[in-house]
């Protein structure tokens, strides 16, 4: 009778001793894992085991046997950020929590320049900042060297060299003096990311009109609409024409057309007449024809 | 109670057809709402009643001349040649009154309100009336369709067109740029009607904006009082350099509550043409009292502008902006053809006045013309 319940008590515990292994199974993780990169995670104990790796926006499941490493291809894990891996062997558990860094060569720029449109010789007017992330879109924090490089229309060049912070990089350019699109390049290991802002003339400078007989009415003419860089005004801009004369007026709103605006008004001896731009004033004619 | 509610259906329905109000008579076509025609008074408010109505023949047989013209020309004259606002437009009263009267003839004058999308506008017209037995019949004193002389107008308006981003396009991606326009003066009045924010606005970029302006009135303690925006005194396309006034009313408020003022100036891009240009001509200042703002507009253009918006700044000595009047064009605007304008002004405010800037917004309809 002793023999027979000394046999059962063996049985009893022989059948649990893995389970007893299993609860002792512990494992060890990295500290960081480079994004997409394979790695592995040593356990200890012995039996099988079920592990799971859990993240942002991911979970692996991965059954184990305990004792032996559990190998991860590259691209397992491929989302930066805390992963909590844990180990469940029967009731007994082992968890803990490691990084998954992102990867450290950039593959993709979001590359923010504003304004897309500004005018031109304004001191800092342009920014540029980029963000940087690695081929599985993970931002990455590293410092960085960033090169920005705006190539203006008149060929000359502005460089700039920012290191980015938690995957930020910002600068900021002057605009040109020449009118047209300048390439706002950033530039980082290799890859690199282009923008386009279109520098567009100033207020017009020297406005200047003449004033010719037309029949009844006086011809009004500007001479070709430049700003004090020398560049074009662009067509479309309004001129404002106006005469007064003996307490009455006459104005017109006049777009530029190749360059120069031009109207009739009624010619009256004697009228002043002036010309305008937004808050540019032009020249003066009294006429006395 | 269905069968009392029944019952007092059925009488009144049997009142209002036995004994028609005079409105229901008129639109019903009932004619013996017209009075005889037995006075010069009478007649021309016969005909003013029947352009009400639309009763364009009716109308048109009543005329003494009517010899002289056809009914399609009366129509086209009450109505407009083009298409314009008194196209669209009601006359919603009018106002006859005796001039001078000998006993075969008489002058009246007809005095017609209108009403329109864009609110009301009166025409005045003085008739020539004349005995025809125990009957009056007006002579209908026609303005006669405006003939423009036949000519080539060169034109090459200028046209922008705006591509945005597509919604596929990568975080990052450059968007077209919204114009920068600035407030260039702004200043609060306090009328008997409320505040009114009145100031001018630049787009002093090199493309086409459609621009509005808001204004949030905060009280000493920087609570919000009110917040309101512009509406129709402002022209909401402006091309690169223009300016444009606007006036914001604020209803029942008080300037001392006031403690300061928020603006946001707002743009964004618009597919616009440069053109056509509209010269304001022997544009004059007329004093108080009756103070307006008279003069001519002229399309320089060679298309037809069916309405014209005019827009009219009103500056102090100092070059401050006092007041912003609109006014709306009944007639199209035909090339090469001055149309007259008349802009009232506040008689309260007709001595600040020291010179005006006169802007005009225009529209016209494609395929009409």
């Given at each position: 009778m002793k023999l027979r319940f000394a046999c059962l008590i063996s049985g009893i515990l022989l059948a649990a001793l893995p389970l007893a292994y299993a609860q002792d199974g512990r494992m060890s993780l990295p500290?960081?894992?480079?994004?997409?990169?394979?790695?592995?995670?040593?356990?200890?104990?012995?039996?099988?085991?079920?592990?799971?790796?859990?993240?942002?926006?991911?979970?692996?499941?991965?059954?184990?046997?305990?004792?032996?490493?559990?190998?991860?291809?590259?691209?397992?894990?491929?989302?930066?950020?805390?992963?909590?891996?844990?180990?469940?062997?029967?009731?007994?558990?082992?968890?803990?929590?490691?990084d998954v860094a992102p990867a450290s060569k950039p593959a993709n720029l979001s590359f923010l320049a504003r304004p897309s449109r500004l005018s031109i010789g304004l001191h800092n007017g342009i920014s540029g900042t980029l963000y940087i992330f690695d081929?599985?879109?993970?931002?990455?924090?590293?410092?960085?060297?960033?090169?920005?490089?705006?190539?203006?229309?008149?060929?000359?060049?502005?460089?700039r060299t920012v290191t980015a912070n938690l995957g930020e990089a910002t600068t900021e350019m002057d605009s040109g003096t020449k009118e047209g699109f300048a390439k706002f390049e950033a530039q980082v290991d290799g890859v690199s990311s282009t923008r386009v802002v279109e520098q567009v003339p100033g207020n017009p400078c020297g406005l200047k009109m003449s004033a010719q007989p037309a029949g009844n009415r006086i011809h009004l003419q500007t001479s070709p609409v430049r700003d004090c860089s020398g560049n074009a005004?662009?067509?479309?801009?309004?001129?404002?024409?106006?005469?007064?004369?003996?307490?009455?007026?006459?104005?017109?709103?006049?777009?530029?057309?190749?360059?120069?605006?031009?109207?009739?008004?009624?010619?009256?001896?004697?009228?002043?007449?002036?010309?305008?731009?937004?808050?540019?004033?032009?020249n003066e004619i009294h006429w006395q024809k | 109670m269905a069968a009392s509610i029944t019952a007092a259906t059925a009488i009144f329905i049997a009142i209002g057809t036995l004994y028609p109000g005079k409105s229901a008579l008129e639109y019903s076509g009932g004619k013996n709402l017209l009075r005889t025609s037995s006075t010069p008074q009478a007649a021309v408010e016969n005909l003013g009643d029947e352009i009400r109505l639309r009763a364009w023949k009716a109308a048109y047989s009543s005329l003494a001349n009517k010899a002289e013209f056809t009914q399609a020309d009366f129509v086209h004259d009450l109505t407009g040649y083009y298409l314009s606002l008194r196209t669209y437009a009601t006359l919603e009263s009018f106002q006859v009154r005796p001039l001078h009267a000998s006993s075969n003839q008489a002058e009246v004058r007809l005095r017609m309100h209108w009403s329109s999308v864009v609110g009301p506008f009166t025409t005045t017209r003085d008739l020539h009336v004349v005995r025809n037995g125990d009957r009056w019949n007006a002579d209908w004193p026609l303005v006669k369709k405006t003939v423009v002389p036949p000519q080539v107008i060169p034109e090459n308006y200028l046209r922008w067109d705006v591509i945005y981003r597509g919604a596929g396009d990568d975080w990052g991606v450059q968007d077209v740029e919204a114009p920068h326009v600035r407030i260039v003066d702004m200043h609060p009045v306090q009328r008997a009607e409320g505040v009114v924010v009145l100031g001018e606005l630049l787009n002093e970029d090199v493309v086409p904006a459609?621009?509005?302006?808001?204004?949030?009135?905060?009280?000493?303690?920087?609570?919000?009082?009110?917040?309101?925006?512009?509406?129709?005194?402002?022209?909401?396309?402006?091309?690169?350099?223009?300016?444009?006034?606007?006036?914001?009313?604020?209803?029942?408020?008080?300037?001392?509550?006031?403690?300061?003022?928020?603006?946001?100036?707002?743009?964004?891009?618009?597919?616009?043409?440069?053109?056509?240009?509209i010269a304001i001509e022997n544009e004059r200042l007329n004093p108080a009292p009756g103070a307006t703002v008279t003069g001519q507009l002229v399309n320089q253009g060679g298309r037809v502008v069916n309405i014209a918006h005019i827009l009219e700044t009103l500056y102090d000595k100092t070059g401050q902006v006092v007041w912003v009047a609109d006014q709306y064009t009944d007639h199209a605007l035909l090339p090469q053809t001055p149309i007259p304008f008349t802009i009232h002004i506040p008689e309260d405010l007709a001595k600040k006045i020291s010179s005006e800037r006169t802007i005009t917004e225009t529209y016209s309809v494609r395929g009409v013309n």
């Open positions: 500290t960081t894992v480079e994004a997409g990169s394979a790695f592995s995670i040593q356990s200890s104990g012995s039996g099988k085991a079920v592990l799971y790796i859990v993240g942002p926006g991911q979970v692996l499941k991965r059954d184990v046997q305990l004792g032996e490493t559990a190998s991860f291809p590259t691209g397992s894990l491929y989302n930066a950020g805390h992963y909590l891996a844990i180990l469940v062997a029967g009731s007994s558990t082992d968890n803990g929590w490691f081929v599985y879109h993970n931002l990455i924090t590293k410092p960085t060297p960033v090169s920005f490089k705006l190539s203006i229309p008149s060929g000359a060049v502005q460089q005004v662009p067509d479309g801009t309004i001129v404002t024409f106006t005469e007064n004369y003996n307490g009455t007026q006459s104005t017109a709103d006049v777009p530029l057309k190749q360059g120069i605006a031009q109207v009739e008004l009624p010619a009256h001896p004697g009228a002043t007449i002036t010309v305008a731009s937004g808050v540019v004033l032009g | 459609y621009v509005s302006v808001r204004a949030t009135l905060l009280s000493k303690s920087g609570s919000t009082i009110s917040t309101e925006g512009s509406f129709d005194k402002i022209s909401h396309i402006l091309l690169p350099k223009q300016v444009t006034p606007f006036f914001i009313n604020f209803p029942n408020a008080t300037l001392s509550d006031v403690g300061s003022i928020r603006m946001e100036p707002l743009s964004t891009l618009v597919s616009a043409s440069a053109g056509p240009v």
